[in-house]
């Protein structure tokens, strides 16, 4: 058998030799022949673009439960990305926000298109070959569940894919209003709440049937997402409808969630109330509505609404801090950043206040005193969000998993050069570049980003392949990754050096995290 590494060398240099002429990447799926394109950044990695899983949602189709795509016969160019689906700019005014930190112009970031007809996915495969059976990881994106979408360029799969010689698959899925609300005509068989994680089951199940014909191998599937992305793992975890369609999980920032999630009877209300904003409190009225006018709609009457999975008693039968306490069968790599919460926060001391009086009375005053020593109060709600939402629920997921499985915690702490001076630090989102091997040419790039980079894109490659992110190291220098252990918990510390550290602030966090996570 040639060694992953070589292969990948003798592909580039076959493609780079051949040129123009290199003949497109072909596959054949349910007997239609699709044809692909060579990555322009990796010329061994083969690129499948806009793959439709499941039939638009469009008309009476919309709130309801995903359906598998019609079969195509003959050929499908896969070279062009779908639209992403149904938002406005939320999104790219995220990255608006943080390029302007690091001086990049506002006119970089700049919208796709957005339909309703979005469930679509995209592969990168080092081997588009039936016989390579190569681990596979899904990444679900992030924006809250009601915005981003699945080719953004923190995504693109080039990269991760040549290094770690492992098939990408991103995933686009319906959000906000069209994804995670419900009414009290829709039924729960059609997912009444649920319908966006439904469609990320449904690219699950065409993974499962349909990836061996790109060169991965599904017994070997790794679901994986950041922020929202993440939260959405867990919902899968907490799904039985998803069991046996990955073998093992990533979950990136995503354990926000678990402090509470909008009930079924709520999403029912909203509904309702959408639909009266509509001119009529019928379902009829939210499915013949525009895709604008109820996206409009949505937003006047239900700015705050928090969209991700619900308990519906069906699709997920329990909450996600109930699944886990119940334990987790499954091998898990999960962690946070150092500095979560500080792009959302400012410096009015109202702000630690109003986030002191939310939480829940019994765990108040410690948390009062432990972050009274912060410097600002911008950084005591930084510190303060990000443990609350980000860092302490990284632990209980980890310590979830059971003892015929691992966990692998992170502790993600790396300062772009002038990040912090700029009053960014860790940021939300901040090691995804690492991971996928994608920095912007805005993001200030040093002599310690690349190497951290690389060294973080052969850990999740070794997870993704193995369940254990030590083994297919490249590098025999660095650490070993240890296993969360609650007796004696570790993290590995990815920032200007990679090493294990002690779980920060554990003794906390296992004091107050039965009041967080109820």
């Known amino acids: 058998m040639i060694h992953p590494v070589l292969r990948t060398v003798l592909l580039f240099v076959l493609v780079s030799l051949s040129g123009a002429s290199q003949a497109a990447p072909q596959v054949t799926v349910q007997g239609t022949r699709i044809d692909g394109i060579w990555s322009t950044t990796q010329p061994s990695v083969a690129e499948f673009r806009g793959l439709p899983y499941a039939i638009p949602p469009l008309g009476a189709r919309r709130f309801k439960a995903p359906m598998p795509p019609l079969r195509e016969p003959g050929t499908r160019r896969a070279d062009t990305f779908a639209a992403g689906c149904f938002q406005d700019d939320y999104n790219t005014r995220w990255y608006r926000q943080v390029g302007a930190y690091f001086g990049a112009a506002a006119n970089q970031f700049v919208d796709p298109p957005f339909s309703e007809d979005c469930l679509y996915l995209n592969v990168w495969t080092p081997h588009p070959d039936p016989t390579a059976r190569l681990p596979v990881l899904v990444w679900f994106h992030g924006g809250s569940n009601k915005a981003g979408w699945s080719f953004e360029p923190n995504y693109l799969g080039a990269e991760l894919a040549a290094r770690g010689d492992l098939l990408v698959v991103t995933v686009g899925y319906r959000l906000g209003v069209f994804g995670f609300l419900a009414h009290p005509d829709l039924a729960l068989a059609d997912g009444a709440g649920n319908v966006g994680l439904m469609d990320q089951i449904a690219a ?5 049937h349909s990836i061996a014909a790109f060169g991965g191998d599904p017994a070997r599937v790794t679901i994986a997402g950041e922020s929202a992305g993440g939260a959405d793992v867990l919902g899968l975890l907490s799904a039985p409808s ?8 990533i979950v990136e920032s995503g354990g926000y969630s678990l402090r509470g999630q909008p009930t079924l009877t709520a999403l029912q209300s909203a509904g309702l109330e959408l639909a009266k904003a509509l001119g009529s409190p019928t379902l009829a009225a939210l499915q013949q509505a525009s895709a604008s006018a109820l996206f409009e709609a949505g937003r006047r009457v239900l700015p705050k609404q928090q969209y991700l999975p619900t308990v519906d008693g069906r699709v997920i039968p329990r909450s996600p801090a109930a699944t886990l306490r119940r334990g987790l ?4 790599l999960v962690g946070s950043n150092a500095n979560e919460s500080l792009l959302y926060v400012d410096n009015d001391p109202a702000g630690v206040e109003h986030m002191l009086d939310e939480l829940p009375a019994p765990i108040r005053p410690e948390l009062q005193a432990w972050v009274a020593s912060a410097g600002t109060p911008r950084e005591a709600q930084d510190r303060l969000g990000s443990f609350l939402d980000m860092g302490c629920s990284a632990q209980f997921i980890a310590a979830s998993v059971g003892h015929d499985h691992h966990a692998y915690l992170y502790r993600f702490t790396r300062v772009r050069p002038g990040a912090m001076e700029a009053g960014l630090g860790a940021y939300h989102g901040a090691e995804i570049p690492y991971v996928f091997g994608s920095h912007d ?10 190497p951290l980079g690389y060294a973080m894109m052969d ?4 997870f993704v392949a193995t369940g254990n992110p030590n083994r297919l190291n490249r590098d025999d220098r660095r650490p070993t990754w240890p296993a969360y ?11 200007d050096t990679v090493e294990p550290i002690s779980a920060p602030d554990h003794a906390l966090c296992t004091r107050v995290q039965s009041s967080l996570y109820p």
Do not use: E, I, M
Request: hydrophobic content about 50%; charged content about 15%.
């Open 204 to 208: 699950l199940r065409y993974v499962r």
């Open 242 to 249: 998803a069991h046996g369609l990955y073998a093992r999980a």
């Open 329 to 332: 069968h499954v091998d898990l």
């Open 485 to 495: 252990q609650a007796s004696h918990p570790q993290a590995l510390g990815l920032g």
């Open 441 to 450: 040419a805005w993001l200030p790039t040093d002599a310690v980003d690349r």
């Open 459 to 462: 850990y999740w490659a070794a």
